[in-house]
């Protein structure tokens, strides 16, 4: 499809068949209605007092005119919602291979870091036709990450993650607004993400190095912090070592599995004595008030590179 008459630009490849779904949605609901207006005024009219038209007992029932009104509109109804479905679970699943970048939203801005270490506000710079999942979360109230010409939305909440993917189709700046009404500065929450062609983007990247990758500037923290004293390869306190651990299920003490991602790092350094891995005394301190949302992301891209690091070893 093409442009909404060329007011919204169709900037991914999912627009085009948010799009079609919209207004087949569209066009189903205004024939119901234009149908049911049509018939209310010419019932209005036919009967009108006075007018000659019969009105002797209701016609028997009819099997036929009976089954065609419960199956078309089900069939239709059915067809849409599978339709949507699996669009929906497209949208909720990103590629294995999109590019991970994170934003933390606070009142009122957008603050970005790619894995290589730059970083960015009220701006997103990413290249066009490759998948970008965006890991997502909020260092204050619920804000919502909105860009109306890649048709995608996902409300941004503290205290926990949220992602978004989208695979840009087309070079230019487009909006980034903010859809989740987050205090006096709501309105002013905007940016505007800057799709390049893939050459532009590496240009961009290297023009704009910050400082070290993201990984690295997680090993920073983790020094800084102390968690090397206890995690660290030399440490004799009895601490889960952290190589490796990214992406496993681990046990707890409880007896559940857990997934080591971006949630559970974040809760193990912030609620430490909620998810106490099995095997280990609950003595790690809460980092609670003392870790801010970009040192927390820091540090779980530190850990996860130790992940990599470890499968790539013979
Ligand atoms: Cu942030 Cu509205």
């Given at each position: 499809m093409s442009d909404l008459a060329g007011y919204l630009p169709e900037a991914s490849t999912m627009a085009g068949r948010i799009d079609a779904l919209l207004l087949a949605l569209t066009v189903v609901s205004v024939l119901v209605v234009g149908g049911i207006m049509a018939l209310i005024a010419w019932f209005a009219f036919r009967y009108r007092r006075g007018s000659p038209a019969v009105r002797g007992p209701a016609p028997r029932r009819s099997r036929t005119l009976e089954t065609v009104w419960i199956t078309v509109p089900l069939l239709v109804f059915l067809i849409i919602f599978v339709w949507a479905a699996v669009l929906y679970r497209e949208l909720r699943s990103p590629p294995q291979d999109a590019l991970a970048i994170n934003v933390v939203a606070k009142q009122w801005m957008w603050k970005v870091q790619h894995p290589g270490g730059q970083r960015e506000i009220n701006e997103l710079h990413v290249p066009v036709g490759r998948p970008v999942k965006l890991v997502m979360t909020s260092q204050d109230v619920i804000h919502s990450f909105f860009v109306p010409a890649f048709r995608v939305k996902q409300d941004v909440l503290p205290e926990r993650y949220t992602t978004l993917w989208f695979e840009p189709s087309r070079a230019g700046e487009y909006p980034l607004l903010c859809a989740e009404y987050c205090g006096s500065g709501h309105s002013r929450m905007t940016g505007r993400v800057v799709v390049m062609a893939p050459q532009a983007y590496e240009s961009w990247l290297a023009r704009n190095p910050g400082a070290g990758s993201l990984a690295h500037q997680g090993e920073e923290v983790f020094r800084r912090r102390g968690c090397s004293g206890c995690h660290g390869e030399s440490a004799t306190v009895h601490a889960p070592r952290l190589?490796?651990?990214?992406?496993r299920r681990v046990p707890l003490e409880d007896g559940d599995m857990v997934m080591v991602d971006a949630r559970y790092i974040r809760d193990s350094i912030?609620?430490?004595?909620?998810e106490v891995a099995a095997g280990y005394p609950p003595i790690m301190p809460s980092y609670q008030g003392q870790l801010g949302e970009e040192e927390i992301l820091a540090l779980v891209a530190y850990i996860r590179s130790l992940a990599d690091q470890q499968e790539d070893a013979p």
């Amino acid at each position: 499809m093409s442009d909404l008459a060329g007011y919204l630009p169709e900037a991914s490849t999912m627009a085009g068949r948010i799009d079609a779904l919209l207004l087949a949605l569209t066009v189903v609901s205004v024939l119901v209605v234009g149908g049911i207006m049509a018939l209310i005024a010419w019932f209005a009219f036919r009967y009108r007092r006075g007018s000659p038209a019969v009105r002797g007992p209701a016609p028997r029932r009819s099997r036929t005119l009976e089954t065609v009104w419960i199956t078309v509109p089900l069939l239709v109804f059915l067809i849409i919602f599978v339709w949507a479905a699996v669009l929906y679970r497209e949208l909720r699943s990103p590629p294995q291979d999109a590019l991970a970048i994170n934003v933390v939203a606070k009142q009122w801005m957008w603050k970005v870091q790619h894995p290589g270490g730059q970083r960015e506000i009220n701006e997103l710079h990413v290249p066009v036709g490759r998948p970008v999942k965006l890991v997502m979360t909020s260092q204050d109230v619920i804000h919502s990450f909105f860009v109306p010409a890649f048709r995608v939305k996902q409300d941004v909440l503290p205290e926990r993650y949220t992602t978004l993917w989208f695979e840009p189709s087309r070079a230019g700046e487009y909006p980034l607004l903010c859809a989740e009404y987050c205090g006096s500065g709501h309105s002013r929450m905007t940016g505007r993400v800057v799709v390049m062609a893939p050459q532009a983007y590496e240009s961009w990247l290297a023009r704009n190095p910050g400082a070290g990758s993201l990984a690295h500037q997680g090993e920073e923290v983790f020094r800084r912090r102390g968690c090397s004293g206890c995690h660290g390869e030399s440490a004799t306190v009895h601490a889960p070592r952290l190589a490796g651990i990214y992406g496993r299920r681990v046990p707890l003490e409880d007896g559940d599995m857990v997934m080591v991602d971006a949630r559970y790092i974040r809760d193990s350094i912030l609620l430490p004595a909620s998810e106490v891995a099995a095997g280990y005394p609950p003595i790690m301190p809460s980092y609670q008030g003392q870790l801010g949302e970009e040192e927390i992301l820091a540090l779980v891209a530190y850990i996860r590179s130790l992940a990599d690091q470890q499968e790539d070893a013979p």
